[in-house]
């Protein structure tokens, strides 16, 4: 499994568009790129999947560079309910029961 | 309405005593988990179960039993407790098959005290 890298904690003001940058340097052929955000005391929660170029839905954006070495969340014009822990995920498309391992996350805090 | 269910949602034993957390699922997933949650560590696998009489070892899984013999259940069974599993505990589904888009649901939690 590719291993991934966030930062720990972000801080950002209500408004505001929020970036959040997961490094997977040993991401394989076959890996999906995948975005979970969990509210303290609650489950996580899909937010967005990708595999390569730009994903967008109702809640967010993901940017997928050529390389696949890394990939960027992009939350627009965050509010104080988007507080919350941010995962990245990377996984093997055809070994989906080993995909989802979560790391520590990325704390994000939204200040008014 | 889809929901993952766990049950209990909070529960305080002492060591060595056994326990079973139950977890339900009414969306026909095939594929379950069950997961804790440490300050710190963010989530860890504990098991997976692909499908029906089929589960596998994640991370984590010592001092930890599953079983798989309906579709819709997947229950944790802690046979002899220690204070060292004192973690919130979640248990999430989803559809099975190839990725993409194969979300997983996760159930409400359950904080295990273990004394």
């Known amino acids: 499994l590719a291993k991934t890298t966030q930062p720990i904690s972000m801080d950002s003001y209500e408004g505001q568009e929020v970036n959040i940058t997961c490094s997977h340097n040993?991401?394989?052929?076959?890996?999906?790129i995948t975005w979970y955000q969990q509210f303290p005391s609650q489950g996580p929660r899909f937010i967005i999947q990708?595999?390569?170029t730009k994903v967008t839905n109702e809640v967010a954006s993901l940017f997928i560079p050529a390389d696949r070495k890394s990939s960027t969340l992009s939350l627009p014009r965050v509010s104080l309910s988007d507080t919350a822990v941010y995962y990245c995920l990377v996984g093997d498309r055809d070994n989906y029961g080993q995909n989802f391992v979560f790391g520590p996350g990325t704390r994000l805090s939204v200040l008014p | 309405e889809a929901q993952v269910t766990q049950n209990p949602r909070y529960l305080i034993t002492v060591t060595g005593k056994k326990l079973t957390v139950t977890c339900s699922q009414n969306?026909?997933?095939?594929?379950m988990s069950w997961y804790r949650q440490d300050p710190g560590l963010g989530l860890r696998q504990i098991y997976y179960?692909?499908?029906?009489?089929?589960?596998d070892k994640g991370d984590v899984p010592e001092g930890y039993k599953v079983s798989r013999k309906e579709k819709r259940n997947f229950p944790l069974i802690l046979e002899s407790p220690s204070p060292n599993q004192t973690s919130l505990y979640f248990c999430?589904?989803?559809?099975?098959?190839?990725?993409?888009?194969?979300?997983?649901?996760f159930g409400p939690g359950t904080r295990l005290t273990v004394l």
């Open positions: 179960s692909m499908n029906v009489e089929v589960t």
């Open positions: 969306m026909n997933h095939e594929y």
């Open positions: 040993n991401i394989a052929t076959n890996d999906y």
């Open positions: 990708g595999y390569k």
């Open positions: 999430a589904s989803s559809k099975g098959g190839s990725l993409p888009y194969n979300e997983q649901f």
